[in-house]
């Protein structure tokens, strides 16, 4: 206990606007100069005239074949997933600490990228490197199916009983994911399976940004229309029920949408930490709980995040790539703690 | 048509057990009606079933003239408004975003945000239960007390015609105590139903105008307080030896010690 005022931005409703305004613009700029980054030096006029003739606004583009394909095909889809991974991860981050009243619940929280490990790593000493995000895919949703099968036997799927079903279930995958490396990973497939397990977007196509973005289009209205149920779970169960809230309808389709898009984010760009867990928190310490800000501002902030985390990790030890984990726990943490000082808590 | 709140044949079991048998009582408009009884004899569950946190397996709950058990949750939730013992939050709010909970119950899903009458009725809740000064204050560094007066904003804010709370001064200092129950009295003053479990009888005495008890769940008296409120009911129920002694503000209860 002690005094203080709320010491969250006071955001007024013009200045919440800017606020959107000035996200979106910067996520524009934002994806614009990192496409210009890397070996090929391309000039963002050279990237908008690329995206316009692409969409059949500059019939006869300017830019040669080969900058054109750099600019379109290797560049785009992954600045675009890059975008995607980071705002679906922010977004069932949000949701799930909301839903399990649990400030350290992530979107991984149920055994999901446990289970995408397993599945992901299987197929790569199996030899199917390709369908990596397909095993990635159905790994984690059958962790997730798992946890709350287990959680129904003991009784009823509970968020603790869920999230305990979900922490021995992840366990299980772990083990089995070591003993697989253990056992029969050579050393390409040893570096493949470890670029994966920290988050790699590398090799990114239009197929994977399109999935990504066709599960936020999907999943993101769901938790943006439920933002005041999540509200009214600041109290628990018993007061959003109480304030008319259908709170096992809510839950599940919550948990429905975070488990699928993490699921497709997983799959296309293996298991990156901290993006779920560290940008709703940021996001909340400088604007507070109320979802109908937070979810739209982690959405926001977590694309930017992400991409600039994974443009550093395609160019900071170019030719060689670091897993985007490795960036977004290093830049990611230090960043985490001067918000954290700057917003000192007052609990 | 204002009759508050009526309850009868009210059977409530959990996992085989029956926790309330048969509950009947009312709860009389314009009044601050308690429910006391020792612990485990179902006041806690009976005011579940009556805020709609749990559905009872027969029985009525009537109030106005309309059966609370019929309504869509969001409705219910228009009418009734409920506070618990204690609630806390992990949750960054500042008190007028705690308030503004209330409102969700009147607006769509659809709304963008608070509308101005919205906001309008979150200030007045506040100003209300004296804490108009804390809009911007984060909830959690708020006393007890404090916190507790924001709750019942909160409810005031659902514009509720009946008030439900759980031991709402369970937690509290006696100076924070006796501020939220002159709060509850004003607001019954003003034309609502209050229904509010209590532990201590003599803050039953002094500040409910009917009083329901209950034990091993079953209502076993209900009535005014002073004449619910007899030695040979506490031996009973309580398993307590008490005098009801005459005080300057009307009788209060000595305890003598236990049966």
């Known amino acids: ?347 | 048509m204002r009759e508050g709140l009526k309850i009868a044949g009210v059977d409530i079991s959990r996992g085989g057990k029956s926790i309330v048998g048969n509950a009947g009582f009312s709860a009389p408009a314009g009044k601050v009606t308690g429910l006391v009884g020792p612990n485990g004899a179902g006041k806690s569950t009976l005011i579940s079933a009556i805020v709609g946190l749990e559905r009872p397996e027969a029985g009525s709950l009537n109030f106005d003239g309309a059966d609370l058990a019929l309504m869509g949750r969001r409705e219910r939730a228009g009418i009734c408004a409920y506070v618990e013992q204690s609630a806390s939050t992990e949750e960054r709010l500042s008190v007028s975003d705690v308030v503004a909970l209330g409102r969700i119950p009147h607006i769509s899903t659809w709304a963008a945000g608070l509308g101005a009458d919205d906001e309008a009725l979150v200030a007045g809740a506040l100003a209300k239960v004296d804490m108009a000064g804390f809009a911007t204050r984060q909830f959690n560094t708020l006393s007890g007390g404090e916190q507790q007066r924001v709750h019942i904003a909160r409810a005031l804010a659902q514009e509720p015609k009946l008030l439900v709370l759980d031991e709402p001064t369970s937690h509290l200092d006696i100076r924070a105590q006796l501020q939220v129950l002159d709060l509850l009295g004003e607001l019954a003053g003003a034309g609502g139903t209050v229904l509010l479990a209590l532990h201590d009888l003599n803050l039953a005495l002094r500040f409910c105008d009917w009083l329901v008890v209950m034990h091993m769940g079953q209502v076993v008296a209900e009535g005014r307080p002073a004449e619910v409120l007899r030695e040979n009911l506490l031996a009973e129920v309580y398993g307590v030896r008490a005098r009801l002694i005459e005080g300057p503000g009307g009788p209060v209860i000595a305890y003598e010690g236990t049966v």
Request: one cysteine or more; hydrophobic letters at 60%; glycine letters at 10%.
């Open chain 1, 1 to 347: 206990m002690g005094g203080g005022v709320c010491p969250t931005l006071r955001l007024t409703r013009s200045l919440q606007t800017t606020a959107y305004i000035a996200l979106w613009l910067l996520l524009i700029a934002s994806a614009t100069i990192a496409v210009t980054f890397g070996p090929a030096d391309i000039t963002p006029t050279e990237v908008w005239t690329t995206i316009l003739h692409h969409l059949g606004f500059v019939p006869d583009s300017p830019v040669s074949r080969l900058r054109d394909a750099i600019v379109w095909d290797l560049r785009m889809p992954r600045v675009i997933a890059a975008m995607g991974v980071g705002a679906g991860l922010a977004l069932a981050g949000v949701v799930m600490q909301a839903l399990t009243r649990n400030p350290l619940a992530d979107p991984y929280l149920l055994g999901l990228s446990s289970g995408a490990a397993l599945g992901a790593v299987t197929l790569v000493v199996m030899g199917f490197a390709l369908l990596v995000p397909i095993g990635a895919f159905v790994g984690s949703l059958a962790a997730l199916v798992l946890a709350l099968f287990i959680a129904h036997l003991l009784g009823g799927a509970t968020p603790v009983r869920a999230i305990l079903a979900g922490i021995s279930i992840s366990a299980l995958a772990s083990a089995a994911t070591s003993f697989i490396i253990f056992w029969s990973a050579t050393g390409d497939s040893y570096r493949e399976i470890l670029s994966w397990l920290m988050g790699s977007l590398s090799g990114s196509s239009w197929l994977d940004a399109g999935l990504v973005v066709v599960s936020l289009l999907v999943c993101a209205p769901v938790m943006l229309i439920s933002a005041r149920g999540l509200d009214a779970f600041a109290f628990g169960d018993k007061a959003a029920a109480s304030l008319g809230v259908d709170v096992a309808r809510l839950r599940w389709m919550l948990l429905g949408a975070s488990a699928l898009l993490t699921g497709v984010m997983v799959a296309i760009g293996g298991a990156i930490g901290f993006v779920g867990l560290v940008v709703p928190h940021a996001v909340r310490l400088a604007v507070g709980s109320r979802h109908g800000r937070l979810l739209p501002l982690s959405m926001l902030v977590g694309a930017i995040f992400m991409l600039w985390a994974d443009t550093m990790a395609r160019t900071l030890f170019d030719p060689r790539e670091l897993p985007v984990g490795i960036v977004t726990a290093l830049v990611g943490a230090p960043a985490f703690l001067l918000i954290l000082m700057r917003f000192r808590r007052v609990t």
